[in-house]
C-alpha cells in the first residue's frame, strides 16, 4: 500500500512538471553537460506549429529549417505500432541517450510497444527530458522547443534501440538570426 501512494505522490509531482516542459533531465543527471542546441520555447511565444507524424522507422516531416531563436510548437502522433521517440539533439547526445534507452529496455521499463512508467520511477529513470517525447502507439503529445543554440545542424531522432540506425531521423538546419 505504501508503494502506490509512493507512486502516486511521485507521479503527482512529475507529471505537472511535465507538461510544464520543464528542463528537468530525469533520465541522466549528467543531461546538464550538453552542447547548447536551444531551450524549452515559451508556450505564450510561438512562431510555428508543425503536426509530425512518427511511424515504423520515419518522421513526417522529414526535414525541418528554422531560423536561431525561433520557437515551434510540434504537435506529435505516434501512428505506428511501436514506442517512438521524437528527440531533438546532436550526434553526441542522440547516442548518450540511445545507451540510456538501451538500458531501459534490458531492465524492462518499457517493451517495443508499452512504457512502463511504475518501473521507470521505481529505478529513478523517468523520461522526461525537455527535449524528447517518448510515446506509446497512438499516442499524442506536444513539444515546444526555441532554436536558441550553437549548432548550425540538429538531428531529430527515435532513440529507441535500433531506430534511428534502420533511419528514423530528421534534419534540423537553422539560418539566419529570427527577427520576430
Known sequence: MKTKFTIRAAGAVLVPLMMLGTSAALADPDHGDLPNFGQVGDVTHIDQVIEVDMGEMYFDPDRYTFERGETVKFLLVN????VHEFAIGTEETHNAHEQEMKAMLRSGMMTTRVLRHDRMLEA???H???NARLLEPDESSELVWTFSGDQDELTIACN????RAAGMEA???IGEEHSG
Open 171 to 173: 534534419v534540423v538546419t
Open 160 to 163: 529507441v534501440p535500433g531506430h
Open 79 to 82: 501512428n505506428g505500432r511501436a
Open 128 to 130: 522526461v527530458d525537455a
Open 124 to 126: 529513478g529513470m523517468m
